[in-house]
T-cell receptor, first 113, second 116 residues
Framework: SQELEQSPQSLIVQEGKNLTINCTSSKTLYGLYWYKQKYGEGLIFLMMLQKGGEEKSHEKITAKLDEKKQQSSLHITASQPSHAGIYLCGADKGNFGNEKLTFGTGTRLTIIP | EAGVAQSPRYKIIEKRQSVAFWCNPISGHATLYWYQQILGQGPKLLIQFQNNGVVDDSQLPKDRFSAERLKGVDSTLKIQPAKLEDSAVYLC??????????????FGPGTRLTVT
């Protein structure tokens, strides 16, 4: 089965600083999804990456999928308190018609004013 | 557009008792998922429905967990009898059917279950 490892497990960053979260897979990633979760709430979709070398941005968040499609990074520029939460990467098994996601263990991000 | 609704939001029960969770997906979403998220871990898929049929329930502990999606809309997840290790947040998600893999899933707020 596919395993996703996220690093770091937790991150404390001063407001305004940049940060990066990594997601590494034991197998080739056919689809890589980034979600954000706030305490007591469900997951919110951020971005989806499918092609090797692909990069997507939304506001101050940029996600990349490496050429070999086994690692993804999520980069936040000039962090704000609203960025605090748990970031989860999820991987698609790659069999079209089987829409099952396997999630990593998450990275807890804390922003210090 | 209304999001995925779940109830109750919180539930505390004693071990060996029964509990049921309810989910109402986004209108028009054919695929519905139930996930279990234990504290400090990522969500783990328990069961996936497409319309009212089960697509994947390989990780559902069938001796105590059951789920149904009658009429292909609302769904209920039941635990009977509950164990201490069932304490977790139970998340429901829905998505449109897509030919390009999992696609974007929309999550409800979850039900936090505490088994004492």
């Amino acid at each position: 089965s596919q395993e996703l490892e996220q690093s770091p497990q937790s991150l404390i960053v001063q407001e305004g600083k940049n940060l990066t979260i990594n997601c590494t897979s034991s197998k080739t990633l056919y689809g890589l999804y980034w979600y954000k979760q706030k305490y007591g709430e469900g997951l919110i979709f951020l971005m989806m990456l499918q092609k090797g070398g692909e990069e997507k941005s939304h506001e101050k968040i940029t996600a990349k999928l490496d050429e070999k499609k086994q690692q993804s990074s999520l980069h936040i520029t000039a962090s704000q308190p609203s960025h605090a939460g748990i970031y989860l990467c999820g991987a698609d098994k790659g069999n079209f018609g089987n829409e099952k996601l396997t999630f990593g263990t998450g990275t807890r991000l804390t922003i210090i004013p | 557009e209304a999001g995925v609704a779940q109830s109750p939001r919180y539930k505390i029960i004693e071990k060996r008792q029964s509990v049921a969770f309810w989910c109402n997906p986004i209108s028009g979403h054919a695929t519905l998922y139930w996930y279990q998220q234990i504290l400090g871990q990522g969500p783990k898929l328990l069961i996936q429905f497409q319309n009212n049929g089960v697509v994947d329930d390989s990780q559902l502990p069938k001796d105590r967990f059951s789920a149904e999606r009658l009429k292909g809309v609302d769904s209920t997840l039941k635990i009977q009898p509950a164990k201490l290790e069932d304490s977790a947040v139970y998340l429901c998600a829905s998505s449109l059917v897509t030919q390009q893999g999992a696609g974007e899933q929309y999550f409800g707020p979850g039900t936090r279950l505490t088994v004492t």
